[in-house]
């Protein structure tokens, strides 16, 4: 008898929806029947992906969204539930990288990459939950879900992205942390690390010399694709992983074995 993940009656809001993994997170979680929420800055780009869940027959809606201001942050998520109701799973995915030495880091580069990376996705996931301690939920059966979208480069170090990965090293902590105090209220936050993912934002790199070199040192010589990640977030969105809560799980094909 054969069994699949059923979200229907759940809202979910995904931040960075407009693009890459975002915009997959949110296609994949209105298959499963949930109503999502497409949050980002760049609003034309969520309304062309509303346009085409809609026409799958699922439901979705759109707000404006710059994680990086803290008034951005209540607005979206008081205007997304006033939209589409009481939010029961975020998908906390909005990031930024840059490619630098760190002795050539800038304030303005620290600020950009922590900015989104780390206060961004706390503010986020704290106004979120908030409301859903508010609501109450038990915690022997948790309602609700918060799901982190840390990188394998917080687990492991690579040349050239040290930010990035200081960055997310600390959604992996801020994963754990929030994990440990908010379990007791319903709530379980776990983290996805992907490893490489060829995505709109960084297909041509596969292409050029040093992209080729980067593919040849993968375990399997090659790179992941949005879907592979599928899976492992229908998991930590559904009523069948409430005993997780705190996970910090790579999806990254072995690369950081």
Not at 3 to 9: M, Q, V
Not at 105 to 123: I, K, L, S, W, Y
Not at 223 to 250: C, T
Request: hydrophobic share 45%; charged share 20%.
């Amino acid at each position: 008898m054969g069994r699949s993940i059923n979200l229907e009656g759940k809202v979910a809001l995904i931040t960075g929806a407009s693009s890459g993994l975002g915009k997959r997170f949110a296609q994949v979680l209105s298959q499963a029947g949930a109503k999502v929420v497409l949050a980002s800055r760049r609003t034309e780009r969520l309304k062309e992906l509303r346009a085409e869940i809609e026409s799958s027959g699922g439901a979705a809606h759109v707000v404006a969204l710059d994680v990086t201001d803290y008034q951005s942050v209540k607005s979206a998520v008081a205007h997304a539930e006033t939209e589409a109701g009481t939010i029961d799973i975020l998908v906390n995915n909005s990031g930024v990288s840059t490619t630098q030495k760190l002795t050539d880091v800038t304030p303005a580069d620290f600020e950009f990459v922590f900015g989104t990376n780390v206060r961004g996705a706390f503010f986020v996931a704290q106004e979120v939950a908030k409301r859903m301690i508010m609501r109450g939920s038990s915690a022997a059966k948790p309602a609700y879900r918060i799901i982190n979208i840390a990188s394998v480069a917080g687990l492991r170090v690579f040349p050239q992205i040290g930010l990035y990965a200081m960055s997310k090293a600390s959604v992996v902590q801020m994963t754990k942390a929030m994990a440990l105090e908010w379990g007791r209220h319903g709530i379980n936050v776990n983290a996805i690390c992907p490893g490489y993912i060829d995505t709109e934002i960084n297909h041509h790199h596969w292409k050029t010399e040093p992209g080729q070199k980067l593919v040849s040192m993968l375990p399997r010589r090659r790179v992941g694709s949005p879907e592979d990640l599928d899976g492992l977030l229908l998991l930590l969105a559904a009523d069948e992983s409430q005993f997780m809560n705190g996970s910090v799980i790579s999806a990254d094909d072995g690369f950081s074995l």
